[in-house]
T-cell receptor
Framework: GAGVSQTPSNKVTEKGKYVELRCDPI?????LYWYRQSLGQGPEFLIY????????DSGLPNDRFFAVRPEGSVSTLKIQRTERGDSAVYLC???????????FGPGTRLTVL | GENVEQHPSTLSVQEGDSAVIKCTYS??????FPWYKQELGKRPQLIID?????GEKKDQRIAVTLNKTAKHFSLHITETQPEDSAVYFC????????????FGSGTRLSIRP
């Protein structure tokens, strides 16, 4: 079956704008994660969903960041009032359950000018 | 605490030799410790994982050892090949939440021909 997909692959925006990043997990995977990866660093945990609910959002850097997963499948990461420091690759991953292999999507490269 | 330290940050080995990457974690609520490989511009992919009910796991040229008492685990790659060149990340669940995966900062492995 298809792997994890993310859209768009690249997003360039201006400082202060609002962006939405989409993640389509592997069908049947109840766990979904968002990470942020800066150049030369490991993925940084942002938020974890179990089904429709955000089970752990402790990695979201501030209240400009928000994520939803209304039907327990597709998830959207929303960033308000973007700042240059938000520039990074945003990775989504899904897994069958929370302590199993995470399958990563290709990421969305966000550039805030 | 929630910290995973990974060493070395870069590693260059002669083709055919072995490579060892080490990680330590401050604490963990779970027993699942994965290793991911990330090639340039690609998504992270799981190469091997270990659970704390075993001390070592091997898959062909790759092995992982875990010392839960000392809170460290290592990746061993034997008979290295050019295609092993990549960045490798260890990861461990956070103490606060087993579903929150903390990644190390990565090791850039280069295989010299």
């Amino acid at each position: 079956g298809a792997g994890v997909s993310q859209t768009p692959s690249n997003k360039v925006t201006e400082k202060g704008k609002y962006v939405e990043l989409r993640c389509d997990p592997i069908s049947g995977h109840t766990a979904l994660y968002w990470y942020r990866q800066s150049l030369g660093q490991g993925p940084e945990f942002l938020i974890y969903f179990q089904g429709t609910g955000a089970a752990d959002d402790s990695g979201l850097p501030n209240d400009r960041f928000f994520a939803v997963r209304p039907e327990g499948s597709v998830s959207t990461l929303k960033i308000q009032r973007t700042e240059r420091g938000d520039s990074a690759v945003y990775l989504c991953a899904s897994s069958l359950t929370s302590d199993n292999e995470q399958f990563f999507g290709p990421g969305t490269r966000l550039t805030v000018l | 605490g929630e910290n995973v330290e990974q060493h070395p940050s870069t590693l260059s080995v002669q083709e055919g030799d072995s490579a060892v990457i080490k990680c330590t974690y401050s604490d963990s609520a779970s027993n699942y410790f994965p290793w991911y490989k990330q090639e340039l511009g690609k998504r992270p992919q799981l190469i091997i994982d270990i659970r704390s009910n075993v001390g070592e796991k091997k898959d062909q040229r790759i092995a992982v050892t875990l010392n839960k008492t000392a809170k460290h685990f290592s990746l061993h790659i034997t008979e290295t090949q050019p295609e092993d060149s990549a960045v490798y990340f260890c990861a461990a669940p956070a103490y606060s939440s087993a579903s929150k995966i903390i990644f190390g900062s990565g090791t850039r492995l280069s295989i010299r021909p």
